[in-house]
């Protein structure tokens, strides 16, 4: 009876990260998806700034130039966020001990192979 037991409480361990996992997922999605419309917000006043003319001014060009610093910034923390979610996609939790472990190897803690 025991060692029921103690699948149940892995089992359940098991659950609980990956329900941790997929809240992150989706928190992570979310903010991907929050940046790449800001990113085509910028896009759109970079060329509302082309279409109006606004280049030939020193202030134009500048204001282009921030754009562009700005929409830097913006694909850099996609790619960070995106990162960071493939991360956590590639983790899983051993199906033997319950411990974190990386998908398609074996786990660190019981040597048991993790799919």
Request: proline share 1%.
């Amino acid at each position: 009876m025991c060692e029921i037991g103690e699948i149940l409480n892995r089992t359940k361990k098991c659950a609980y990260k990956a329900i941790g996992n997929l809240s992150e997922i989706t928190k992570l999605t979310l903010a991907v998806e929050t940046h790449k419309s800001k990113l085509s917000g910028i896009y759109e006043k970079i060329g509302e700034s082309v279409v109006s003319g606004s280049l030939s001014s020193k202030s134009g060009e500048e204001k282009i130039f921030k754009y562009i610093d700005e929409a830097k910034m913006e694909k850099q923390t996609i790619k960070e966020l995106c990162e960071k979610r493939r991360n956590v996609y590639a983790k899983s939790t051993c199906p033997s001990c319950g411990k974190s472990a990386k998908k398609n190897t074996y786990c660190s803690f019981c040597g048991k192979f993790v799919k």
